[in-house]
């Protein structure tokens, strides 16, 4: 079973804080790793993502830092804000199956008091 | 520029009654993936499509589950017979070719 493994499963920081989010997979094949943001009776929307050959990638507030040898990927939320108060899930995509489905995490629930 | 579009947004449904979920892509896009999100849950795959095929149905529960994109208007996931395990949230995403996926709103099926 390809699974993507996430942790914490909540998370509460201080504003202004750093918030980290991590995962860890088992299929090698995996290529893709975005991360999505998703409110309350909303739909996941795509933060940020990452490829295999790269370890860092960053995009304002957010930064993803991969670890191809561990198999792990982890998203670091600088300067954390109430408005980052949302669940997050990374995913995985298999790069050589003909299909692009996602592999999410469990998600993690984070709160950013003020 | 209209994003991935859902609805209903909110089905009710009685337990053996059958439940219909649209799902129009972004413009632009011909791949559509139907995912389910339970309460307190990540999302799970359910079923990949093209217009007119589909590419992969390996999340697909085998039964009362079905799914479809035809060459005209939107992709339908259809539920028969449903039951109180299929509430849920059912998330439609649409992409090009192997691109970034965008998720629609959701449609939160609940079965009394």
């Known amino acids: 079973q390809q699974q993507v493994k996430q942790s914490p499963q909540s998370l509460i920081v201080q504003k202004g804080g750093i918030s980290i989010i991590n995962c860890a997979y088992e299929n090698t094949a995996f290529d893709y790793f975005p991360w999505y943001q998703q409110f309350p009776g909303k739909g996941p929307a795509l933060l940020i993502a990452i490829r295999p050959d790269v370890s860092e990638k960053k995009e304002g507030r957010f930064t993803i830092s991969f670890n191809k040898s561990a198999k792990q990927f982890s998203l670091h939320i600088m300067d954390s804000q109430p408005g980052d108060s949302a669940t997050y899930f990374c995913a995985a995509r298999e790069g050589s199956s003909n299909t692009g489905k996602l592999i999410f995490g469990q998600g993690t629930t984070l709160q950013v008091k003020p | 520029n209209a994003g991935v579009m859902q609805n209903p947004r909110h089905l009710v449904r009685r337990r053996g009654q059958e439940a219909r979920l649209r799902c129009s892509p972004m413009k632009g896009h011909s791949h559509v993936y139907w995912y389910r999100q339970l309460p307190e849950e990540g999302l799970k795959f359910m079923v990949y499509?093209?217009?007119?095929?589909?590419?992969?149905e390996s999340g697909m529960p085998k039964e009362r589950f079905s799914a479809e994109f035809p060459k005209e208007g939107p992709s339908i996931l259809r539920i028969q017979q449903v039951v109180r395990g299929d509430s849920a949230a059912y998330f439609c995403a649409s992409s090009g070719r192997h691109s970034e996926q965008f998720f629609g709103p959701g449609t939160r099926l609940t079965v009394l």
């Open positions: 499509l093209q217009k007119e095929n589909i590419i992969d």
